[in-house]
């Protein structure tokens, strides 16, 4: 085992010290910007504060880059920046840092990364969430959501359509550190490699939460009405410090036709994990494609919570670049 770990480091070595040629070394920008009219009853709902409003949604400006080392391998790094919110509890820090951090990737062994990134728990979820990063979000209820800081995550090469990937968090956080998470999926979220997606995560003490997650996400049928698809998904959630624990559910349906995607959403958590009492949501919504990267929306949620309830409407252009 001693020689099997001088033998990894001394390869690891030896492409770091190589010759580095200038045509290796890629970068690139890239962002979101969304620009959003709000409307909402009550101050229930997170990243939203009561009334009339303009939200910039989780835009953001990032820039990565990547070294090749060896054919196999290469040095990659991340440095995003995000709006946190124009809501009243996001007054003191309306910008603030999001995916950072460093690795390596190869296409034989996975990708290994530190910094701050997304828990692979949460991007288990792959694309079941219609309403991903708007105040319709699965976050409202369902825990597990994190972006944690000095995690270190690994990724597997896919074998055919079957992917594994693990998150751990290291003790130098002043989060609550040591947790880990890991994921088994199968078929593809974009559904272009396979026409469904199927997942389980466990999360292990991540974040103070510990959490089962099932799901399967999957192209329905293709007609002259347009190609539906639709999801579902389980999760158990667990909190470590205080006697909070209860099941999710979220249901969907998308039903894309030429340049418009109507979305329907559902979903139930009695954990308390995220609010103080059991609750569930209505959202719906609809996507209009104005060009492969401009998208305009509309969106109408409802949060229903055992004594209180909000509602909110928005209206938003996203652009993806």
Known sequence: ??????????????????????????????GKLDLQALYADADLLRYADKGWQIEAPFSRLGIKADQALTDDLKLIAVYEWQVNGLDDSNKG??????????????????????????SKFKKSEGKIDLFNETLADMAQLTPGQDRLENIVSYQSPKLGL???SATYQTGASDETAGGYDWTLSYGDAAFKQ?????????????????????LAHALLSESS?????????WQHSEHQTKPLRGNAWLAE???????????????????RTRHSEEGNSWSVG??????????????????DLQTQHDSAAALGVRWVF
């Open 286 to 303: 609809a996507d209009y494609s104005l060009s492969e990267d401009l998208t305009a929306y509309l969106l109408a949620t409802r949060l």
């Open 1 to 30: 085992m001693h020689k099997q770990r001088l033998l990894v480091v001394s390869a690891l070595l030896a492409g770091a010290t190589a010759p580095l040629q200038a045509d290796d070394f890629n970068w690139d920008f890239y």
């Open 194 to 214: 396979a026409p469904y997606y199927f997942a389980y995560a466990r999360a292990n003490e991540l974040n103070n939460i510990s959490a089962d997650r099932l």
């Open 253 to 271: 349906l998308q039903l894309k036709r030429d340049a418009i995607a109507y979305k329907l959403q559902y979903m139930q958590d009695h954990s």
């Open 162 to 164: 079957w992917q594994w």
């Open 93 to 118: 820090h309306r910008l603030g840092s999001r995916n950072t951090y460093i690795g390596i990737a190869s296409k034989t062994y996975g990708e290994l990364i530190f910094g701050k990134n997304d």
């Open 225 to 233: 009405l347009g190609t539906l698809s639709g999801g579902l998904m």
